[in-house]
């Protein structure tokens, strides 16, 4: 079985700063990806970032990366220069690529909010 | 380009009675399709998937169904509302590559209230 584990709850960054959001992983899957979502207010679930399991290299997309330690099995996204609309519900999800299913695991999501 | 629709967006229903709750995909073929639930504050609850017409798999024990009749369409149904299944409900689609790196298109869900 695969899980997701985000543990801050909540987390707090000033403007224009740096934010690191935590997410580990458990799988016996040796293929899978990795993926963000930000949730605002709205509801909508927006994709971010993605991470594959064999990528050597760590996953960027403007302002976010992926800090991917497969030893460690964590897949921490970094915001880069937070911006006000930054502020959201931040899921890390996970799905296995050994089926053509496609079914993902979602951790209980980082809830982040951006200081002026 | 690819746009999934949910509707209706809100509802408010009693305690026993019927839900229906639509998701139709526009721009592909043969997509995976997928059910969520989330409570308030909380993750995402895999609910059912489809991979294909009329092929529907459940992740949790309960008293909702699903039903796929159309290619890109996804159906989420109960005969009688309980109570707990008051949330947000989510549609999303991917492409159904073994191995791919695409990521789930959610639909704008479907805030359901059970009173």
């Known amino acids: 079985a695969q899980k997701i584990t985000q543990t801050q709850p909540g987390m707090f960054v000033q403007e224009k700063e740096a934010v690191t959001l935590d997410c580990t992983y458990d799988t016996s899957d040796p293929s899978y990806g990795l993926f963000w979502y930000k949730q605002p207010s709205s509801g909508e679930m927006i994709f971010l970032i993605y991470q594959g399991s064999y990528d050597q290299q760590n996953a960027t997309e403007g302002r976010y990366s992926l800090n991917f330690q497969k030893a460690r099995k964590s897949a921490n996204l970094v915001i880069s220069a937070s911006q006000l609309g930054d502020s959201a519900m931040y899921f890390c999800?996970?799905?296995?690529?050994?089926?053509?299913?496609?079914?993902?695991?979602f951790g209980d999501g980082t809830t982040l909010t951006v200081k002026p | 380009s690819q746009t999934i629709h949910q509707w209706p967006a809100t509802l408010v229903q009693p305690v026993g009675s019927p839900l229906s709750l639509e998701c139709t995909v526009e721009?592909?073929?043969?997509?995976?399709l997928y059910w969520y639930r989330q409570a308030a504050g909380r993750g995402l609850q895999l609910l059912f998937y489809s991979v294909g017409i009329g092929q529907i798999s459940s992740e949790v024990p309960q008293n909702l169904s699903a039903s796929r009749p159309q290619d890109r369409q996804f159906i989420l149904s109960s005969k009688k509302l309980l109570l707990s299944d008051s949330g947000f409900y989510l549609c999303?689609?991917?492409?159904?590559?073994?191995?791919?790196?695409?990521?789930?298109?959610f639909g704008p869900g479907t805030r359901l209230t059970v009173l």
């Open positions: 721009g592909t073929s043969n997509p995976n």
């Open positions: 999800a996970m799905r296995s690529y050994n089926t053509n299913a496609g079914k993902s695991t």
């Open positions: 999303a689609w991917t492409w159904g590559l073994a191995g791919s790196g695409n990521e789930q298109f």
